[in-house]
C-alpha cells in the first residue's frame, strides 16, 4: 500500500478526536441529539483547525443509523462510504477550483432531487470565499429557500470576503488556533501509537512551529521522523523547522544587550549561512521576547508552560530593563511586517540587529549627565515644530473659508494634470438614474465599504454617492488627488463593482468618479442640456450649491427629484 501522510492517516473520525474545539464539538452533538439541525452551517478559523474534519464528521453523524450521543459509529455502511468518499448523497466541492456561477446552479439542481441513500443530503463547500459574485447570487438563492434534507457546510479561512447576505442564513462557528500544549499533547498520543521515541522538547519546537495548525503539526512530524535517527530529537525538530535553539537566541540577545553590535551581526550572519528561514528568526525572536517578559512579570506561567530555562535566559530577563525590552519587541514586530513586503529580507534583519544592539533613547537620556540640557533642546525643537504645524493649519483655515469661482479654481489647478471630467459618462448614468437605486445603494453603502481593503475603505470614506441608474454610479470625491487615483486604479473599480452586486441581488453598476467640486455644474449642465433637447420644457435657475426648481412646470420637477432625491430643493418664486 502507498504511504500516506500522518495528516490523513490520523485524521479525526470522531467529534471526540478533534483537538482543541470542544465547544463546537459538543455544540454541534447536542444539536444531532436534540434533533435541532440547521439547514446550513459556516465554519470558519485558521488552515488546519479541524473545520473539514467536523463536516465531514457532522454528516456520518447525521446519517449514521447506529449514532450515539451525536457521534457516528464509523462501522456501517453509511459512515464508511463517507469516510472513503464514495457516498453521493454527501458531496465535497472546492470552490477553489469549482467557483463558477454554473457549478452553484448545478448544485442547487441537484438539491431539488431528495437523498438516494442518506437521510440527509449534504453539500461541504471548502474554501468557499473563493466564489464568484455570481456564484454567491445563485448560492444565496438556495439559502433562502432551503429544501427539505439538504445541508449546506461551508467552510473557509477568509470569512470576512463572504457577503453579510449568506453569513446571515447560516449557523455560524469559529474554530481557533490549537493552543501548543494541546498540539503536544496529540502528538505523543501519535508517537507512542507508533512505538517512536522523542524528546519532550522537540514536540514542544513543532508545535510552536505549526502556529496553531494541527495539520502543519503533522506534516513537520512526518518530516521530523523521516529526517531523525530513531530518535525525534529537539536538534532535529530545529534543523526541520528552521528555527533557533535557546542558546543560539541567548547568545544573540546578550550581544544586543551588551551592545555589541558586531557580534549581533556575525550571529546573524552565520545563522543566514546554516539555512535559516528570515521570517522563521524574527518569530523566533519575538517569542523568545515574549517569553523574557513572562519571565519578569508572572515566572510562574513559563513553569506552567514547561518552558526550559537556561542560565543565559535567566541572567537576560534580570538585566534587561522592561522599557528596552519594549522596544526590542517593537523594532522586530515592524520588521516581521517590513519582511513580508520585501524581497531582500537579511537587510531588514541586519537593520533591526543593529537597532537592537543600540543603546535606546530612553535609557541614553536618562544615564547622561547632560540629561536636562537634551531634553531642553528636545522640548525647544518641538515647540517650534508645533508652532509651524498651528501657522499651517490657520492658513488652511483661511483658504477653505474663501468661496473663489469656477475661473479661480481652475487657475489653483496645475496646469499639468492628468485628470479629465468623465462628462458624458455622467450624463449617460442621469439619464437613466433613479431614486430606488440611490436608496438602495445608500441602505449598503457601510456594508459594501467594510467589504473593501482599508486603503479601499479609506479612499471612499473621502466620497460621497451622487447618481445610480441600472448600469452606473456616479461618485464624487472631496479631493482631485484621490479622484484622480480611483479612476486609474482597475481593481479598486473591480472590486466596487463586485462588493455592490453582493449586497445588491441582481445589481452591478460601473461606478464613474468626479470630484465634489465639478458636480455642481455637471448637474446643472445636464439639466440645462435636457431643456435644450426638448426633454424638459423649462430651464432651472441656480441659487447657491443647489438648483431651485419652478414648481409651474411639473415635468422639470418630477424629473429632478426622480434624479437627484433629496439633494434637491424646490422653492416658489
Avoid at 3 to 20: H, K, M, N, P
Wanted: glycine share 4%; aromatic share 6%; hydrophobic share 40%.
Amino acid at each position: 500500500m502507498a504511504y500516506q501522510a500522518l495528516y490523513r492517516v490520523w485524521r479525526s473520525q470522531r467529534f471526540d478526536e478533534i483537538v482543541g474545539q470542544q465547544a463546537i464539538t459538543q455544540t454541534l452533538k447536542n444539536a444531532i441529539v436534540q434533533q435541532q439541525i440547521s439547514h446550513a452551517y459556516l465554519f470558519t478559523g485558521p488552515r488546519g483547525t479541524g473545520k473539514t474534519s467536523a463536516a465531514k464528521i457532522f454528516a456520518k453523524a447525521i446519517n449514521c443509523p447506529h449514532s450515539v450521543d451525536g457521534e457516528p459509529c464509523n462501522e456501517c455502511d453509511m459512515c464508511l462510504s463517507i469516510t472513503k468518499g464514495s457516498q453521493e448523497d454527501v458531496i465535497e466541492i472546492d470552490a477553489a477550483s469549482n467557483n463558477g456561477v454554473e457549478e452553484i446552479r448545478f448544485i442547487r439542481d441537484r438539491a431539488n432531487y431528495a437523498p438516494t441513500q442518506a437521510k440527509y443530503k449534504v453539500y461541504i463547500i471548502d474554501e468557499v470565499h473563493m466564489l464568484s459574485t455570481g456564484a454567491f447570487n445563485a448560492l444565496l438563492k438556495t439559502l433562502e429557500e432551503p429544501k427539505k434534507n439538504v445541508i449546506f457546510i461551508l467552510a473557509t479561512t477568509e470569512p470576512h470576503k463572504i457577503p453579510a447576505t449568506i453569513i446571515s442564513r447560516t449557523q455560524r462557528f469559529d474554530f481557533k488556533r490549537i493552543l501548543p500544549q494541546d498540539i503536544v499533547q496529540h502528538l505523543e498520543e501519535i508517537l507512542q501509537e507508533m512505538n517512536l521515541s522523542y524528546e519532550e522538547d522537540a514536540l514542544a519546537v513543532i508545535a510552536r512551529a505549526a502556529e496553531g495548525g494541527m495539520r502543519d503539526a503533522l506534516s513537520i512530524l512526518d518530516q521530523a521522523i523521516a529526517f531523525s535517527d530513531g530518535t525525534i530529537t529537539t536538534q532535529d525538530a530545529f534543523d526541520v523547522t528552521g528555527s533557533l535553539t535557546s542558546e543560539l537566541m541567548d547568545r544573540l540577545l546578550l550581544a544586543c544587550l551588551t551592545h555589541d553590535a558586531t557580534g549581533a551581526l556575525e550571529q546573524l550572519d552565520g545563522l543566514l549561512e546554516s539555512g535559516k528561514e528570515a521570517r522563521r528568526l524574527i518569530e523566533n525572536l519575538l517569542f523568545y521576547c515574549r517569553d523574557v517578559l513572562v519571565q519578569q512579570q508572572a515566572p510562574a506561567l513559563l513553569t506552567k508552560e514547561n518552558k526550559r530555562l537556561t542560565d543565559d535566559f535567566l541572567q537576560l530577563a534580570q538585566q534587561l530593563p522592561t522599557e528596552r525590552l519594549y522596544e526590542w519587541i517593537t523594532i522586530l514586530n515592524t520588521t516581521q511586517n517590513d519582511i513580508r513586503l520585501t524581497t531582500s529580507p537579511t537587510v531588514y534583519l541586519e537593520v533591526a540587529m543593529v537597532k537592537l544592539a543600540a543603546e535606546g533613547s530612553t535609557i541614553t537620556v536618562q544615564s547622561s549627565p547632560q540629561a536636562p540640557e537634551v531634553a531642553g533642546e528636545l522640548t525647544q525643537q518641538v515647540q517650534s515644530l508645533q508652532k509651524e504645524v498651528n501657522e499651517l493649519r490657520q492658513q488652511l483655515r483661511q483658504v477653505n473659508q474663501q468661496a473663489p469661482d469656477r475661473k479661480s479654481v481652475n487657475a489653483v489647478r496645475p496646469s499639468h494634470s492628468k485628470y479629465r471630467v468623465p462628462r458624458e459618462r455622467v450624463n449617460q448614468v442621469l439619464k437613466a438614474a433613479t431614486k430606488q437605486r440611490m436608496q438602495q445603494l445608500q441602505t449598503v453603502w457601510e456594508d459594501v465599504l467594510d467589504s473593501m481593503t482599508p486603503t479601499q475603505k479609506a479612499m471612499l470614506k473621502a466620497s460621497e454617492l451622487k447618481a445610480a441608474s441600472e448600469e452606473g454610479l456616479v461618485i464624487a470625491f472631496d479631493y482631485e488627488i484621490i479622484c484622480q487615483r480611483a479612476t486609474t486604479d482597475q481593481e479598486f473599480s473591480l472590486a466596487l463593482h463586485n462588493h455592490i452586486s453582493r449586497f445588491v441581488s441582481d445589481y452591478a453598476p460601473s461606478p464613474v468618479f468626479i470630484t465634489k467640486e465639478d458636480w455642481p455644474n455637471l448637474r446643472k449642465d445636464f439639466l440645462a442640456g435636457n431643456h435644450e433637447n426638448d426633454t424638459l420644457e423649462e430651464e432651472p435657475e441656480a441659487v447657491g450649491e443647489v438648483e431651485l426648481l419652478s414648481t409651474q412646470d411639473d415635468q422639470l420637477v418630477a424629473k429632478a427629484q426622480e434624479l437627484f432625491g433629496e439633494l434637491t430643493t424646490i422653492e416658489k418664486n
